[in-house]
């Protein structure tokens, strides 16, 4: 009886908040099983809080500056210490595509991260989203900015994916390549090796330190803390995207020099019809 009180107490004390409360060691069998499965889903549901604080912590933090800036205008028009103008409206405009832009990566992320995003996965062939890919950010490069190519054998094999994200995924790391790389390439390559196809991402650009590529798929961190801010990016594409991947069985690395380009690739698992 003595156990099972302790145990309620404990319950009752991780109820209110107390997230790092544990159920000790019984000498009753039955009791100390009870009390292991209570510890395993308390570190559990720990952990999910204390991503949770960060993630609230990490947005608050990102939504802070472009709302600083909106309101800093709005004040300035107000009090008449600025005359209002398109271009003043179109950075307007651009805070708020901002906010709009993280917010819906934020809601991304969270559903990532607690299991509730749809991932619907079927065989597919990949090769007419790469080259569909290629003609589409070709289209984005100037006339002397890099070479944007193709490099996998046709057909590609099947592989258990889900397009849509899929391809969310290489919009995402295309998207970085064509912003940090001014001249040389771009090259999506794919190539099977054992029972994945790979795809990767390789360009000639600006490149990541060494010190820096620990961190490279945690939300909200940047190598260049301002870069990415004033061109765009929420600074957590990289961070869905690697949880895309591995919600569908596969992978995502890295590789990179700064100032000689980087190299970011994933695989999935091919799709054997006879398994």
Request: charged fraction near 25%; glycine fraction near 8%; proline fraction near 5%.
């Amino acid at each position: 009886m003595q156990g099972l009180t302790e145990m309620e107490q404990i319950t009752q004390k991780f109820a209110a908040g107390e997230f790092d409360v544990r159920v000790p060691v019984s000498d009753i069998p039955e009791l100390n099983k009870l009390g292991s499965s209570f510890n395993r889903m308390a570190a559990s549901l720990e952990g999910v809080e204390a991503r949770r604080r960060e993630l609230i912590g990490d947005m608050t933090h990102e939504l802070r500056t472009p709302l600083t800036v909106v309101r800093g205008y709005l004040e300035e028009i107000a009090d008449g210490r600025i005359e209002s103008s398109p271009e003043i409206y179109l950075r307007l405009v651009k805070e708020t595509k901002r906010l709009e832009r993280l917010v819906n990566d934020l809601q991304e992320l969270s559903k990532a991260e607690a299991g509730y995003l749809p991932i619907f996965i079927q065989p597919v062939d990949l090769y007419p989203l790469l080259d569909s890919l290629v003609k589409r950010f070709a289209d984005q490069l100037l006339e002397d900015g890099p070479v944007l190519q193709l490099e996998c054998p046709k057909p590609l094999p099947l592989v258990l994916a889900d397009i849509d994200r899929t391809e969310q995924v290489l919009v995402n790391l295309l998207g970085n390549a064509v912003r940090y790389t001014t001249q040389g390439s771009i090259t999506i390559r794919a190539w099977t090796e054992s029972s994945h196809l790979w795809i990767a991402v390789i360009d000639t650009g600006m490149g990541i330190a060494a010190e820096d590529l620990p961190h490279i798929f945690e939300r909200f961190w940047r190598a260049d803390k301002s870069r990415d801010r004033y061109s765009g990016g929420s600074g957590i594409g990289l961070t869905i995207s690697r949880r895309l991947v591995e919600l569908q069985g596969g992978y995502m690395e890295v590789e990179s020099e700064l100032g000689k380009g980087s190299t970011f690739r994933f695989c999935l698992p091919l799709f054997h019809p006879n398994s």
